[in-house]
Nanobody, 121 residues
């Protein structure tokens, strides 16, 4: 069983930066595919970024709207996944969720409770 707890959200002006953290319990987390999703008011939850290990190499994917601005990373020693968000825009305002799954494909099995990010114009 894996439990995920996000932190690092808050209020920031457009153009600013935030770093979200997601701390996990469970010894298997280091082998999971890890991801960040977000849900803006009145909108469906959307994929933001994911990261997976390929031996000594990590592979990251991003939705087009955050490419070049957001960076996902993981620290297996700390059982934590991060989302560094730079050049934030008002459209980035949402509740951000981290998620993980033990398999390379399929639905994400574990979810955090979410952290609010608000970007003011």
């Amino acid at each position: 069983q894996v439990q995920l707890v996000e932190s690092g959200g808050g209020l920031v002006q457009a153009g600013g930066s935030l770093r979200l953290s997601c701390a996990a319990s469970g010894r298997t987390f280091s082998t999971h595919v890890k991801a960040w999703f977000r849900q803006a008011p009145g909108k469906e939850r959307e994929f933001v970024a994911s990261i997976r290990s390929g031996g000594s190499i990590y592979y990251a994917d991003y939705t087009d709207s955050v490419k070049g601005r957001f960076t996902i990373s993981t620290d297996n020693a700390k059982n934590t996944v991060y989302l560094q968000m730079n050049s934030l825009k008002p459209d980035d305002t949402a509740v951000y969720y981290c998620a993980s799954r033990p398999s390379l494909r399929g639905e994400y099995q574990y979810w955090g409770q979410g952290t609010q990010v608000t970007v003011s114009s």
